[in-house]
């Protein structure tokens, strides 16, 4: 029995060691905030600022990581876990990795398969180490694509919704939320069945964590919503 203890500790021991290894071989995320400033004005975009906009904060990570605000290695342990799924069945990112992972991966390209994920989640790590919670989401709302030349969330609120992200209501606010896992497929200029299908299942996610209840989601799901550049809606 104690043989058996002393060989799971060294086990365990070197995974840890491995572990630790892997995540120091990895490049620096000093520049992360550098990296989303650079993308923004690639598109000459506006950089947001905290306090995030609160709405599509919650709504955001509602859809895109329910466990964002958990214990780091919590996180990037159920990231982790869908991300090998996905790798295993060879279907890409099933948008289940994690918001830190996803910033890393917008943020620091890598290759496919096994290696690119095991990098993206050590990034991820990285990251979320560094960086508060506020910050991570705050480069990843900043950083990500909307959609129809819509780079980071002031340009996406204004683009959609001539508005401020601060000013989005929960109908805009579940609609952006649903674009960056497939802008073009869910385009509510070209594809207003499918982005109110995929705005659904942001508010069910948010009735989900107790964000709203259902009556408030049903609420902003049959509420207009202005967009601009649209003719019917």
């Known amino acids: 029995m104690l043989q058996a203890t002393v060989i799971l500790a060294s086990f365990l021991l070197a995974l840890v060691l491995a572990a630790v290894g892997y995540e120091l071989s990895l490049p620096s995320v000093n520049d992360a905030p550098a990296k989303v400033a650079a993308i923004v004005r690639a598109h000459h975009g506006q950089l947001a600022r905290l306090p995030l906009p609160t709405k599509l904060a919650e709504a955001i990570v509602a859809v895109e990581d329910e466990h964002f605000y958990s214990n780091v290695f919590v996180n990037v342990f159920d990231g982790a876990a869908r991300a090998a799924v996905a790798s295993i069945r060879r279907s890409g990112d099933p948008g289940g990795s994690t918001i830190a992972q996803q910033l890393a991966k917008q943020l620091y390209p890598h290759g496919p398969g096994l290696a690119g994920t095991l990098e993206e989640i050590g990034l991820g790590v990285k990251l979320s180490l560094a960086y508060s919670k506020p910050q991570i989401l705050e480069m990843y709302l900043n950083s ?90």
Request: hydrophobic share 45%; no cysteine.
């Open 144 to 233: 990500i694509y909307y959609g129809n030349g819509f780079w980071g969330v002031v340009q996406a609120a204004r683009g959609y919704f001539g508005a401020r992200p601060g000013q989005l209501s929960w109908a805009e606010a579940s609609m952006l939320a649903g674009l960056p896992q497939a802008p073009s497929a869910y385009d509510p200029l070209q594809h207003f069945a499918l982005a109110k299908e995929r705005q659904h299942h942001v508010l069910d996610r948010l009735v989900a964590n107790h964000v709203l209840t259902k009556a408030q989601a049903a609420a902003a799901y049959h509420a207009p919503l202005p967009l601009r550049g649209a003719s019917t809606h």
